[in-house]
C-alpha cells in the first residue's frame, strides 16, 4: 500500500483506508509477524512506526488473522545467525536465500527476512493445522 | 473501555476488541481529540501508547468520526494558560470548571481539559454545520 501526502498525519490516514481496501491478498495468510517499532531512532518516528503498526493491528485482529511481534534483534539472530546484521548482509541473503529482486528496496528485504523467521518460529497450534 | 491482562499485548488486544463494541457511545460526537503520546518516558510505554492511539484513529476513521492529534503542552497551555501545569492544577480545573468529580482518576480530569480544549479549537467547518 502506497500512501502519499505531504504530511505524515496524511499518509497514515491514506494507509489506513487503504488498508481496509486489501482484504483479498490475505486469504492464505496465517498469522502476520510485525516488527516492532525501533528504539533509538527519534521519538516522532518511533511514535508515528508505532501509530502505524496499531492501525495494522487493528485491521488484523478484525479480520481474524493472527498477528505478533517481533524485535528486528531477533529476527536478525534467527535469520541470519547475527542480531546485528548489516542492512548489506540482510540484503544479500534475502537475494540469495530467498529470491527477492535485486530491485527491491530495503524495507522488502528486510519484510523477506521477517516472513522467513515467522514461517521457522510459527506458533504450535497454527503449524499443527 | 477497561482491558485486563497480564500482560500490555493482551490488554491492548482486549481494548482493540472492546472499541469495536462501543459504537453506540458515538452517536452525538463531530469531532475527537487524542492526546499525543508523550515523549521522554520511556520507549516502550510511548510506543504501547502509539499502538493504542493506531488502534483508535483506526476505528474512529472507519466510523466516519474526525479526529486529530494534540500536544499536551498545547491543551494545557490552551485551557489552563500554561503549557505546564501541574497534575494537581489541572484536576482542580477539572473539577471546579469542568465539574469533574473528585473521585475521578488524573486521565478523566485530563481527558475533561481536553474536550474542553477541542470544544474551543473544532476545525471552522465543524464549528458551522
Same mark, same amino acid.
Given at each position: 500500500?502506497?500512501?502519499? #501526502?505531504?504530511?505524515? /498525519? @496524511?499518509?497514515?490516514?491514506?494507509?489506513?483506508?487503504?488498508? /481496509? /481496501?486489501?482484504?483479498?491478498?490475505?486469504?492464505?495468510?496465517?498469522? $502476520?509477524?510485525? /516488527?516492532?517499532?525501533?528504539?533509538? $531512532?527519534?521519538?516522532?518516528?518511533?511514535? @508515528?512506526?508505532?501509530? $502505524? $503498526?496499531?492501525?495494522?493491528?487493528?485491521?488484523? +485482529?478484525?479480520?481474524?488473522?493472527?498477528?505478533?511481534?517481533?524485535?528486528?534483534?531477533? +529476527?536478525?539472530? #534467527?535469520?541470519?545467525?547475527?542480531?546485528?546484521?548489516?542492512?548489506?548482509?540482510?540484503?544479500?541473503?534475502?537475494?540469495?536465500?530467498?529470491?527477492?529482486?535485486?530491485?527491491?528496496?530495503?524495507?522488502?528485504? @528486510?519484510?523477506?527476512?521477517?516472513?522467513?523467521? #515467522?514461517?521457522?518460529?510459527?506458533?504450535?497450534?497454527?503449524?499443527?493445522?
Amino acid at each position: 500500500i502506497e500512501a502519499k #501526502g505531504r504530511r505524515a /498525519e @496524511d499518509r497514515i490516514q491514506a494507509l489506513a483506508a487503504g488498508l /481496509e /481496501e486489501s482484504s483479498s491478498i490475505w486469504q492464505e495468510v496465517r498469522w $502476520v509477524y510485525i /516488527e516492532t517499532p525501533v528504539m533509538g $531512532v527519534n521519538a516522532k518516528a518511533l511514535r @508515528d512506526q508505532a501509530i $502505524v $503498526v496499531g492501525i495494522i493491528r487493528s485491521f488484523l +485482529w478484525r479480520n481474524g488473522l493472527d498477528n505478533s511481534m517481533v524485535d528486528n534483534g531477533t +529476527w536478525k539472530k #534467527g535469520v541470519l545467525g547475527n542480531g546485528h546484521a548489516s542492512k548489506e548482509e540482510i540484503a544479500a541473503y534475502a537475494q540469495k536465500m530467498l529470491k527477492v529482486p535485486t530491485d527491491q528496496p530495503q524495507d522488502a528485504h @528486510d519484510a523477506a527476512c521477517i516472513a522467513a523467521w #515467522g514461517y521457522n518460529n510459527v506458533p504450535q497450534e497454527v503449524a499443527n493445522v
